[in-house]
């Protein structure tokens, strides 16, 4: 399961630094149900994001996603 989780990790993680950004994020989510708001992005950005560092990292993303 790891494996899938990182897989799709990668996949959001547009430009491979290590991170999904709000704006990754958002264009994800739109890419599978049309629109999002950039406030309920924000929201659940601030719900995976252990540290406030304002993206996810692996370790965060793998938590957020069980």
Do not use: C
Not at 14 to 37: C, M, P, R, Y
């Amino acid at each position: 399961m790891s494996a899938d989780k990182r897989a799709d990790f990668n996949k959001i993680d547009t430009d491979g630094d290590g991170f999904i950004t709000a704006d990754e994020f958002k264009a994800s989510l739109q890419n599978g149900s049309g629109k999002v708001s950039d406030e309920n992005v924000k929201v659940i950005v601030r719900m995976a994001d252990e540290n406030g560092d304002k993206k996810i990292d692996f370790d965060e993303y793998a938590k957020f996603a069980r």
